[in-house]
C-alpha cells in the first residue's frame, strides 16, 4: 500500500523509541516522499537536537525507490514540502497521505484527491490495530511525542493519548 508522507510526520514517528514507529512505517507501507522533503528533512538534521537525530532516522531509511518528484508544482497555501508531498500522493493516488500539520488539516484535507489523510497519532493507533505494536508501547511512544513535539496544548493529540491510558 502506498503512502506518501510529509516532513513533520516522518520526524514525529522517527522522534520516539529510537525510530520504532519510523522503522515500522517503512516496514508496513510502500514509502513515497518527494525530493522537497528530503530536503527538509535534511536540513533538519543539520541541527543539534532530538528532531535532528529523528531526521537523521528517517534519511537512513530511504532508498532511491522511495523518494519520486511529483509532475506538477502546484500552487497550494503550504510549505515545499507539503505541497510537493499532497501532489505526489495526488498523482500516484497513494492510499494513506501523513501528515502533522495540525493548523493546516482542513486545507491538506481539501486538497487531497483521493488519499486517506492519517496523524502520526491515528497511524501509532494503526500500528496497534495491526498488532505489530502494543497498546503499551504505543502510549509510551505518544507521550514521548508530545514531550519531544511540543503537544501537550494539542487537543487532537490528547484525544489519541486517553485511547492508550491504562
Not at 530536503?39 to 531509511?61: F, K, M, P
Not at 498488532?131 to 519531544?148: F, G, K, P, W
Request: net charge negative.
Amino acid at each position: 500500500m502506498v503512502l506518501v508522507a510529509d516532513t513533520s510526520a516522518l520526524v514525529s514517528l522517527a522522534i520516539a523509541d529510537s525510530g520504532t514507529p519510523v522503522q515500522l512505517l517503512f516496514h508496513e507501507y510502500d514509502i513515497r516522499i518527494p525530493p522537497a522533503v528530503v530536503s527538509e528533512l535534511e536540513d533538519i538534521a543539520t541541527y543539534d537536537d532530538a528532531h535532528a537525530d529523528a531526521a537523521t532516522r528517517v534519511l537512513a531509511q530511504l532508498d532511491d525507490e522511495h523518494i519520486q518528484e511529483p509532475d506538477d508544482q502546484p500552487d497550494y497555501p503550504l510549505d515545499d514540502g507539503e505541497t510537493a508531498a499532497i501532489a505526489l500522493a495526488n498523482e500516484r493516488n497513494a492510499a494513506v497521505f501523513l501528515c502533522d500539520e495540525y493548523h493546516e488539516l482542513s486545507t491538506v484535507h481539501a486538497l487531497l484527491s483521493e488519499s486517506r489523510l492519517v496523524t502520526t497519532p491515528k497511524m501509532v493507533e494503526v500500528f496497534t490495530l495491526r498488532d505489530v505494536l502494543s497498546v503499551d508501547d504505543a502510549n509510551d511512544i505518544l507521550t514521548e511525542m508530545v514531550d519531544e513535539r511540543s503537544w501537550r496544548s494539542n487537543s487532537y493529540v490528547t484525544q489519541f493519548r486517553d485511547r492508550f491510558e491504562p
